[in-house]
């Protein structure tokens, strides 16, 4: 019994790591070719809030979690779930560094305001979806020691 909670484990922990690298090669062809087929956004929209908004969520994702991750396992690794849930749902947005902010000092205030409220909103679904990846590993362990254990 040990040896194929322990198989299933390994296995479940192997395709989560796996499958977004074999999605990302499926879907990177016809990403692809939608970016061919997109003209390009006409030049007077380069310094407006489209602009200041994609800039806010591509800063947002070079950011890194700040944790989330070892929060999520924590809470799945003590309380199963609950704890996982409990972990994604306390995760809070977070400001862009004043470095981010100096580069947007010439920009006008509506380009700041979705600067900020896009990097904020980027940055809280990244440590979410991390949060939730870290809290299903930990009960995942948590659940083979338990499976084992009983097993004898």
Known sequence: MRKF???VLVVS???????????????AEPAKEKEAETPPPPADLSGSWVHCHAK?????????TGGSFVGGFAGGLLLGLIG???VVLAQSKSDPPADFMLQLEEE????RYTYI???????????RKSALTGGLIGTA????????????
Not at 16 to 26: E, K, L, N, T
Not at 56 to 63: I, L, N, S, T, W
């Open 56 to 64: 806010g969520k591509a800063d947002a994702q070079e950011r890194g």
């Open 84 to 86: 996982a849930g409990v």
């Open 108 to 111: 006008e205030e509506a380009c």
């Open 117 to 127: 409220e896009s990097y904020r909103n980027e940055s809280v679904s990244k440590k």
């Open 141 to 152: 362990i948590i659940v083979a020691v338990i499976l084992s254990s009983n097993g004898e």
């Open 5 to 7: 909670v322990s198989l």
């Open 13 to 27: 922990i192997l395709s989560m790591y796996c499958s977004p690298a074999v999605f990302a090669q499926d879907f």
